[in-house]
């Protein structure tokens, strides 16, 4: 089962990201909800106990580098997989920089074409990166992934994936920040694919001018889920999804308005504040 929540959830948490407060209907309806004040702002998280989802809103200023990483770049830090046959289909590949917030910054590397890569990483370092100059500090990490096909059967279309972040000689189970990077870019992505397909079909079948103007691509409002499986290698399972909101400004840049995260989740630990006298 796909952990994103239902539509009526989604409503619930964007209602309460709009108005910042908390009532005690929420708690009543059997949803929890606060707000996490950290160093990038105030997160609303929301709380289903009932059927244990948990779920934010990601801070985000998305920011994809100039530089790319090479393959010889990975091979430095993954030298075995060099005897893995399908390294061959991603040899003349580069693969993309991308910071999620200023110090939070992953190269994002796609392996659907080499799955045997993917399995055969190890936990080690990140490939070195060449960050903008603004955007040079903080911690850099790799996403290895590979597209595992799309499920058209609900609106929107959602995504699969699998996921392995590889930094500081470990590999993490779960890695929010660096999935949300990936989410975001391959949204993009998507969105400018998607567009250019219904140009290229307006111009075959009339004036492009004309079918521009119809299907008003300006004003139109992106939404993409992704299914993000991750820590299987670790013995540490973890799915999440991860929802991106896009829309177009009026410079004409597509850019990420809203960023969710969600997944199945468990009680893990609770504390109290004692009073001192």
Not at 189 to 206: C, D, N
Request: glycine content about 6%; overall charge negative.
């Amino acid at each position: 089962m796909i952990p994103h929540f239902q539509a009526a959830d989604r409503q619930q948490i964007f209602m309460f990201i709009e108005r910042m407060e908390y009532k005690p209907s929420d708690r009543d309806s059997q949803r929890q909800s606060a707000v996490l004040m950290t160093k990038a702002g105030p997160i609303p998280i929301f709380f289903n106990p009932y059927r244990q989802v948990a779920a934010c809103s990601v801070p985000h200023n998305l920011h994809i580098h100039e530089s790319h990483v090479s393959l010889n770049d990975i091979l430095a830090v993954q030298p075995q997989v060099k005897m893995v046959p399908t390294i061959e289909r991603v040899k003349n590949k580069s693969f993309p920089i991308v910071s999620i917030v200023k110090g939070m910054t992953f190269c994002l590397v796609d392996l659907t074409d080499a799955p045997e890569v993917l399995t055969a990483l190890r936990a080690g370092e990140a490939p070195a990166m060449i960050l903008d100059e603004e955007w040079n500090s903080g911690f850099s990490g790799a996403i290895y992934y590979e597209r595992r096909g799309e499920d058209n059967a609900s609106e929107p279309t959602i995504y699969n994936m699998h996921v392995r972040m590889i930094a500081q000689g470990v590999e993490d189970p779960g890695t929010g920040s660096g999935n949300c990077a990936l989410a975001c870019y391959l949204a993009l992505a998507a969105g400018e694919r998607s567009q250019k397909e219904q140009l290229k079909s307006a111009e075959r079948e009339e004036d492009l001018a004309a079918k521009t103007e119809k299907i008003k691509l300006d004003d139109k409002n992106e939404h993409h889920v992704f299914a993000i499986e991750q820590g299987l290698e670790v013995g540490r399972k973890c799915t999440i999804a991860i929802e991106v909101d896009i829309k177009k400004g009026k410079d004409g840049k597509r850019a990420v308005t809203g960023l969710v995260l969600s997944g199945r989740c468990s009680f893990f630990t609770r504390g109290e504040i004692m009073g001192v006298y």
